[in-house]
């Protein structure tokens, strides 16, 4: 499959801030393109049928519906859609439930910008983040 | 009639003095004073007891009939028995019984009444039955009294004495009824003539009207019965005459007559007076006779006789009232006025003697003072000097001129020397000798010579003075003194005249009284003070030696050598040649004094302006006279008038110490010792006790119920002689401080009493001011109401602290739910606030940190900025890692949603310990939610003890123990590890094993943290926290939050034991 030249994301998060630093970082990278951004489900239901991004950030943690419950939307609309949930915390029993309810990946927000990038590239690529380095995540991120 | 066989015995010390008929009185309140009129018979002058009548009529409220009877009951009360029924007087009131209660008997008219000995009141019906009245009640003759009685009498022991149709005399001694009549004597039952009477049947055969074959003896209707000193009983008939008993026998007595006996009066020496209808008769011991019977009574149909306490007789004829004494009979001349009859007669307990008649009762009372006027032969009402002689005869000069002499009942005029033109200013004698001076005639002096009056007059042309004397005084040494109007004082000594004036020393030449002490010192009153004359010399008291006025009336020595001074001002006395005023005098005796004279009984007699007065001496001598120390006489005492006149003497004391008085109406005198006699006390006794208008039994124990507002006790003083001047006083111990001010009220209102004992006290006085110290006395109770009995009060206070405490038990309760509601809410808010802070905070620092991460990412690699950024980046990276620690915290409780053991049980993996360490989490008993707040605060506390096992105790166990009790909740964390340093323990080392951060946090949640460890043995952590404040209620809002329950329930809990083992 030929690169698409720009990966097309949609990042859905309750706080401007943290979009705003997401914003930044997918920016700053050449192949990268934000195409939309959503502060609740309703709106990353609505953005992600006008938008039809590549990729879509997820945040977990959300006022009202959940993003699992979202990317539970999205995904019996689009079940094609690829999305990566966000979170501040790990060890969350929701992470378990967001990779069993479709979730690509996840990625805790304090990860450096570069390890957040390659998931992305990753999943993008259509390769599925290994559980285990997954777990390893988990664990390395809560020695930190 | 002169009757030489007057009986000696009969005391002379009261009898009758002369005694004129005197109307138009009616001015006078109540009492219409009326003198008994009497033909003097001849009468003694020594005898001086006066009576004043007063009567009630039907217009006084007398209920009306003929009086048969009169009796007085030992409180005092007047009995009168009439063809009404039975009425009851007090002195003011009448009150007629209408019905005998209890019994159902109605009081018809009253043929007798008797008074015993023993309390009784004993009343004979005209239907021959016989009632006695005790206590308030009646009750009916019984047994051999029941029926048949025909008199009433009186033993000797003052016991009552019945004569009965069938049975003769009956005696009547506590309870019971004697005949005393012999059975054979007695009348025989149809148709037997055994002694075995049956008596109910003869005493039926009576009430049933049947005409009995026979009395008992006398075979007579008895009219009077009565027993003589020597004990034998006498009986008068209706028409066979008199009859006594001896030893049971009736026998007659004297020769039977045909005239009815109407009554019997038991005398001395066992005589009897018999009155009948044919006039009066005496037994003289062995026969009836008409000896010593005064001829007014020997035809006189006599109705009742009484012997006063005086041994007079009183006889009631059906054409007066006659007094026999021993002088003889006086006739009541008042007639006219009573309608003559007078068919009842009793002498009350104060002297006082009643009569009754066909329209009512008289009441004769004994006065102090008798007093003479114009219708006792006296020329004038008004006189002024008086001198009694040695022979008793009474020198007096009217104020309009003349001189005449009193004695007896005869009153004489002296013509002689001119006297009937002139006025006599003053009279004085010794011996057989009166001296007299007077207005114009100069000193005259009388001499009695062999029944006749030899006059020698003194003038101006002979020595004296002035032809004016006003004052005369002869002395003990012969001497007369002559006081002048104006011209000085004469000395009249062996025929010769030494005369003194002022410029002897006289402080005036105007002498108003003379007098001579007992030491022979003279003493002259004059208008300018008092002059003494001793051994010759003069010497004046004045104003100012302690005279109340220098203007001096009288002068009287006493006995003891006091010098009495009248003055204009008041009385005053000489003592010791220095003056005293009394002190404590009452108005009277601040009034201008005109005469004093001394009686023998220690009073002094005085005229004032206005009064007359009875004064103790000893009183006035000390500390002032009391109330009892002084009298006024009055009105109803017998004067006429009370003003006293200004002249040398118009007060005097007679030989036998009679003391004389001129007043302005009449020449009164009065036996000192007559007056002295105190009269019976008032006799006091509650009459009625109402409560709310509705009377009340008197009798036995009085409780009041509190509801009742008004109690009203009547009471009454009784005192027959002077009824409206009985006073009284009352207090009511538990409610007046003090005795009530002296009133004539008779009844004592109390309202609104509060509940509680009470005694109420009345006294009486009579009319003497005297207040007998007997007092009647009512104790009573009031009952409170429920409400205010003590018990009920302290009910109610108990109550009330109760009510007080389960509210404020309420109140704390409630607050503490409120409370803990509160902090529920406050954690809660709280938490919400630091989880939304802590969210905001960190993804705003994470954006940061992203953002910081890829400007960092485009600085050149060498560039000097990239390391201090890259620094940068890691301290956010730290806060990052802190702040999301925090948060994890605080989200634990709300959004976990995991329960305490799975919380704490993940604990070992996120510390992510490497080393071999067996960790179980034991749980006990079943599991309670915890409230919110605890739960945080226990998970932490709990995180940390497992933090600091793990990280530092290199224990191989480590174990957590759940344990939920219902009264408790208790965690424990174990290690056998190295133990704490056991001053680390106490000191807790801030911040690295966080000991005290534990024990405050366990404190704030209302747990009790404890360490326990050694070291090298292991380390224990403990944290118990009470039920109540640990778990989430479980109990509806009811009784169980009042009280905490001992024991707490205690629940079977299965255990329950997790384990986990950590790889």
């Given at each position: 499959?030929?690169?698409?030249?720009?990966?097309?994301?949609?990042?859905?998060?309750?706080?401007?801030?943290?979009?705003?630093?997401?914003?930044?970082?997918?920016?700053?990278?050449?192949?990268?393109?934000?195409?939309?951004?959503?502060?609740?489900?309703?709106?990353?239901?609505?953005?992600?049928?006008?938008?039809?991004?590549?990729?879509?950030?997820?945040?977990?943690?959300?006022?009202?519906?959940?993003?699992?419950?979202?990317?539970?939307?999205?995904?019996?609309?689009?079940?094609?859609?690829?999305?990566?949930?966000?979170?501040?915390?790990d060890g969350d029993l929701d992470v378990q439930r967001a990779l069993e309810a479709g979730a690509r990946a996840y990625l805790l927000k304090s990860m450096p910008p570069r390890e957040l990038v390659e998931v992305i590239r990753q999943v993008h690529a259509g390769k599925e983040p290994n559980p285990q380095e997954i777990a390893a995540n988990l664990r390395s991120n809560s020695q930190a | 009639m002169k009757s030489s066989s007057r009986n000696s015995n009969i005391s002379r010390r009261e009898g009758f003095a002369s005694r004129r008929v005197f109307s138009g009185l009616a001015l006078a309140f109540l009492a219409a004073g009326l003198f008994l009129p009497l033909a003097a018979a001849n009468d003694t002058e020594g005898a001086l007891s006066h009576y004043i009548r007063d009567r009630w009529g039907t217009d006084k409220g007398f209920p009306g009939g003929t009086v048969s009877s009169i009796a007085q009951t030992a409180d005092g009360y007047l009995w009168i028995g009439t063809e009404e029924g039975l009425i009851r007087f007090d002195g003011l009131n009448f009150h007629l019984f209408e019905q005998a209660t209890p019994t159902s008997v109605a009081l018809g008219p009253v043929q007798g009444l008797m008074a015993d000995a023993q309390g009784n009141l004993w009343i004979l019906l005209q239907s021959t039955q016989i009632l006695r009245y005790r206590?308030?009640?009646?009750?009916?003759?019984?047994?051999?009294?029941?029926?048949?009685?025909?008199?009433?009498?009186?033993?000797?022991?003052?016991?009552?004495?019945?004569?009965?149709?069938?049975?003769?005399?009956?005696?009547?001694?506590?309870?019971?009824?004697?005949?005393?009549?012999?059975?054979?004597?007695?009348?025989?039952?149809?148709?037997?003539?055994?002694?075995?009477?049956?008596?109910?049947?003869?005493?039926?055969?009576w009430a049933i009207g049947f005409r009995p074959q026979r009395f008992a003896e006398p075979n007579a209707t008895v009219t009077a019965i009565t027993e003589t000193s020597d004990g034998k009983v006498w009986l008068g008939t209706r028409d066979k005459g008199l009859f006594y008993l001896s030893q049971g026998r009736v026998l007659p007595a004297g020769t039977r007559f045909s005239e009815r006996i109407n009554c019997l009066l038991a005398w001395q020496n066992s005589e009897l007076w018999i009155g009948t209808d044919d006039g009066l008769l005496r037994w003289n011991g062995t026969q009836i006779t008409s000896d010593g019977v005064p001829s007014a009574l020997l035809h006189r149909q006599v109705l009742s006789l009484i012997g006063d306490r005086n041994f007079n007789v009183w006889v009631a004829t059906s054409e007066g009232l006659v007094h026999l004494d021993g002088a003889g009979a006086l006739l009541d001349q008042d007639s006219p006025h009573t309608g003559g009859k007078i068919t009842a007669l009793f002498e009350d307990r104060e002297g006082n003697v009643w009569a009754g008649g066909p329209a009512g009762i008289q009441r004769l009372h004994v006065s102090a003072f008798v007093t003479y006027s114009v219708p006792d032969g006296l020329p004038s009402a008004s006189n002024g000097p008086v001198y009694v002689d040695e022979e008793g005869r009474t020198w007096f000069a009217p104020l309009a001129g003349g001189l005449y002499w009193k004695k007896g009942g005869q009153v004489g005029r002296v013509t002689e020397a001119g006297l009937s033109h002139d006025v006599v200013y003053s009279i004085d004698g010794r011996g057989s000798e009166v001296w007299v001076g007077r207005e114009r005639g100069g000193l005259t002096v009388l001499r009695r010579t062999e029944g006749s009056l030899t006059a020698k007059t003194y003038t101006k042309a002979d020595g004296l003075a002035q032809d004016g004397v006003y004052a005369v005084h002869v002395s003990r040494d012969g001497t007369v003194w002559a006081g002048t109007l104006s011209g000085g004082l004469s000395a009249l000594k062996n025929g010769r005249f030494t005369n003194y004036t002022t410029e002897n020393g006289l402080p005036s030449n105007s002498v108003s009284s003379i007098a001579e002490s007992p030491d022979g010192t003279m003493w002259f009153a004059t208008p300018n003070g008092l002059s003494r004359l001793s051994d010759g010399r003069w010497h004046v008291f004045t104003a100012q030696d302690g005279l109340p006025s220098a203007d001096l009336n009288c002068v009287t020595p006493d006995s003891a050598g006091t010098l009495w001074i009248g003055s204009s001002a008041g009385i005053a006395f000489l003592v010791a040649n220095q003056v005293y005023v009394p002190p404590g005098l009452p108005?009277?005796?601040?009034?201008?004094?005109?005469?004093?004279?001394?009686?023998?009984?220690?009073?002094?007699?005085?005229?004032?302006?206005?009064?007359?007065?009875?004064?103790?001496?000893?009183?006035?001598?000390?500390?002032?006279?009391?109330?009892?120390?002084?009298?006024?006489?009055?009105?109803?005492?017998?004067?006429?008038?009370?003003?006293?006149?200004?002249?040398?003497?118009?007060?005097?004391?007679?030989?036998?110490?009679?003391?004389?008085?001129?007043?302005?109406?009449g020449l009164s005198v009065v036996d000192p010792t007559q007056a002295e006699r105190s009269s019976a006390p008032a006799l006091v006794h509650l009459e009625s006790i109402s409560v709310d208008g509705s009377p009340v039994d008197p009798q036995g124990p009085l409780r009041i119920s509190s509801a009742r507002q008004r109690i009203a006790i009547s009471y009454a003083g009784l005192s027959l002689s002077n009824a409206e001047r009985v006073r009284y006083r009352y207090k009511l111990d538990g409610f007046d401080r003090d005795w009530s001010e002296p009133s004539t009220t008779r009844t004592a209102i109390y309202t609104n009493l509060s509940p509680g004992t009470y005694k109420f006290h009345v006294i009486a006085s009579n009319s003497?001011?005297?207040?007998?110290?007997?007092?009647?006395?009512?104790?009573?109770?009031?009952?409170?109401?429920?409400?205010?009995?003590?018990?009920?009060?302290?009910?109610?206070?108990?109550?009330?602290?109760?009510?007080?405490?389960?509210?404020?038990?309420?109140?704390?309760?409630?607050?503490?739910?409120?409370?803990?509601?509160?902090?529920?809410?406050?954690?809660?808010?709280?938490?919400?606030?630091?989880?939304?802070?802590?969210?905001?905070?960190?993804?705003?620092?994470?954006?940061?940190?992203?953002?910081?991460?890829?400007?960092?990412?485009?600085?050149?690699?060498?560039?000097?900025?990239?390391?201090?950024?890259?620094?940068?980046?890691?301290?956010?990276?730290?806060?990052?890692?802190?702040?999301?620690?925090?948060?994890?915290?605080?989200?634990?409780?709300?959004?976990?949603?995991?329960?305490?053991?799975?919380?704490?049980?993940?604990?070992?993996?996120?510390?992510?310990?490497?080393?071999?360490?067996?960790?179980?989490?034991?749980?006990?008993?079943?599991?309670?939610?915890?409230?919110?707040?605890?739960?945080?605060?226990?998970?932490?506390?709990?995180?940390?003890?497992?933090?600091?096992?793990?990280?530092?105790?290199?224990?191989?166990?480590?174990?957590?123990?759940?344990?939920?009790?219902?009264?408790?909740f208790r965690v424990l964390v174990n290690d056998d590890g190295c133990g704490i340093d056991a001053h680390i323990l106490q000191s807790g080392r801030e911040g690295h094993w966080g000991l005290s951060g534990m024990r405050a946090r366990a404190e704030r949640i209302g747990g009790k943290f404890r360490v326990l460890s050694r070291p090298q043995a292991g380390t224990e952590v403990e944290l118990c926290v009470p039920g109540s404040i640990a778990f989430v209620s479980q109990h509806p809002d009811g009784l169980s939050k009042w009280f905490r329950r001992f024991p707490p329930r205690r629940k079977n809990m299965p255990r329950k034991s997790t384990n986990e083992r950590t790889p």
């Open positions: 499959m030929t690169d698409n030249p720009r990966i097309r994301i949609l990042s859905v998060d309750d706080h401007p801030l943290l979009r705003e630093g997401l914003a930044t970082i997918i920016n700053s990278q050449p192949n990268m393109e934000l195409v939309g951004q959503a502060a609740n489900a309703h709106e990353a239901l609505q953005q992600f049928r006008r938008l039809h991004p590549d990729i879509t950030l997820m945040d977990l943690r959300m006022p009202g519906k959940s993003g699992i419950e979202a990317m539970i939307d999205i995904r019996s609309e689009f079940p094609d859609a690829r999305i990566i949930v966000l979170t501040t915390f | 206590n308030g009640k009646f009750e009916l003759g019984r047994e051999e009294a029941e029926f048949g009685i025909t008199s009433l009498g009186r033993r000797k022991d003052a016991t009552v004495l019945f004569s009965s149709l069938a049975l003769g005399a009956i005696a009547y001694h506590d309870g019971n009824f004697e005949t005393l009549t012999s059975p054979s004597e007695r009348a025989p039952s149809e148709g037997t003539a055994t002694t075995e009477t049956d008596t109910r049947s003869t005493r039926l055969s108005g009277t005796l601040q009034e201008p004094v005109f005469g004093i004279a001394e009686d023998k009984g220690g009073w002094l007699w005085i005229a004032t302006a206005g009064h007359v007065v009875r004064a103790k001496r000893s009183t006035l001598l000390g500390s002032g006279p009391g109330v009892a120390d002084l009298r006024e006489y009055g009105l109803t005492d017998g004067l006429l008038g009370t003003e006293g006149m200004k002249r040398q003497q118009s007060v005097f004391a007679d030989m036998h110490g009679y003391i004389w008085f001129s007043l302005n109406r003497d001011a005297l207040w007998n110290s007997a007092e009647a006395a009512l104790p009573f109770a009031i009952d409170p109401l429920w409400w205010q009995t003590w018990w009920a009060r302290l009910t109610a206070v108990l109550a009330a602290a109760l009510l007080g405490f389960a509210f404020y038990r309420s109140r704390m309760v409630r607050m503490a739910r409120q409370y803990s509601i509160r902090m529920e809410e406050r954690v809660a808010e709280r938490t919400r606030i630091a989880q939304d802070l802590h969210d905001t905070l960190l993804q705003g620092v994470l954006s940061a940190s992203m953002q910081l991460h890829v400007a960092v990412d485009t600085l050149p690699e060498d560039s000097p900025a990239r390391p201090k950024l890259q620094r940068t980046l890691e301290l956010m990276g730290q806060v990052v890692k802190e702040g999301r620690d925090t948060l994890r915290g605080l989200r634990s409780s709300a959004e976990w949603n995991s329960d305490l053991q799975s919380s704490l049980a993940k604990i070992p993996q996120e510390l992510g310990s490497l080393a071999e360490i067996n960790f179980r989490l034991i749980v006990e008993g079943e599991p309670l939610p915890l409230r919110g707040g605890i739960h945080d605060e226990v998970y932490r506390i709990g995180r940390e003890a497992l933090a600091n096992a793990f990280r530092h105790s290199r224990a191989r166990n480590i174990d957590v123990l759940l344990e939920y009790q219902a009264d408790h």
